[in-house]
């Protein structure tokens, strides 16, 4: 699936490119009519940069010095008047929806091997494998988020915990926010998501998914039912022609979300699987740091009644346990509450 969504997506690459610099010439030419002194600076940049390149060819080049001093000084010339103007100079930049790749798809890394940036590995893993499981992060998201539908009632008898909903909540957003700081420190630990339906587990995993692909990192999701029969499926070829190598995508994926653990129908090759899976994100046995969200209606003694006490114990070891508790906040919004 990856090779036949590849050459579509980068059709769509190169039209993104191609308007980000139409628009660029665009707002070059209302500029420099309005600031004749801007369109001067820039020819003479170039016709300096030309001349250079001539005198290099002939091998009658001067010393470069002089000319990159002078290249330096018109370009703060044209910072100058552009300040003087209230103008930023990201104005007379391309606005790249990747700024890391310039919508090409591939960076060129130190040592001048090309490689797939990860804003194109993150569509063909949104066209691939999550569809529509993240297709609400514009609306789930941190900036979005809404204390003031969680309970500040404390009611130990209730929820057993002396916190209010509210209380925790905040308290499990700003742990969420620090584990987006430090997701490449592997010091960190992965996270668990325990609680009933409806009490925001998916949400604040969005929030986090929305973050981290801003920051250039590739989120993987899955239902566990799905998820590992997926990678099963796959292992026994039944996919071959229809679906790409998700294995591999599920151990290198900057972030996994396994959403619903629990829910899938057990058997001794989806345990085994499920340990591969988080053992080999647990130890970065790919070579990259991977965390990995793992979302369930089963508290930490089912997860060890219900699975191999090998499982129960690298989520214990290496994941950061929130409980979330309150009301069913699906059932509160249908109610207008």
Known sequence: MFNELLPTLLKEYEQKKLKAEIDLDKRKE????????????????????????????????????????????????????????????????????????????????????????NCLKQKLLDYSFNKSNMYNLKNENFSTFNENIFSDEVDVAKYRFNISPRKNILNIKEKCIEFVENFDNPNYKNLLFTGGTGLGKTFMSNCIASELIKRGKTVLYGTAPVLLESVIDYKMNKQKNTSDNIYKSVLEADLLIIDDLGTESLNSMK???????????????????????????????????????????????????YCFFGDDLRFKKNLNC
């Not at 001093?69 to 990201?90: A, H, M, P, R, T």
């Not at 699987?273 to 508290?299: A, M």
Request: charged letters at 30%.
């Open 271 to 321: 345990l085994s699987e499920l340990f591969t899976i988080l053992n080999t994100r647990i130890l970065n046995l790919n070579n990259k740091i991977t965390k990995t969200i793992i979302s369930t209606n089963l508290n930490i003694n089912d997860i060890f009644n219900s699975y191999e006490e090998r499982i129960g114990s690298r989520i214990v070891g290496y994941y950061d346990i």
């Open 30 to 117: 209302e500029l420099y009519s309005k600031i004749p002194k801007l369109k001067e600076i820039e020819d003479e940049i170039n016709s300096s940069a030309i001349l250079k390149a001539k005198e290099i060819l002939l091998n009658n080049s001067k010393s470069i010095d002089s000319f990159k001093q002078k290249v330096s000084d018109l370009k703060l010339k044209k910072e100058q008047i552009l300040k003087e103007n209230g103008i930023s100079k990201s104005y007379l930049e391309p606005n790249y929806e990747c700024k890391i790749c310039k919508d090409t798809g591939y960076i060129t890394d130190s040592n001048y091997k090309t490689r797939m940036c």
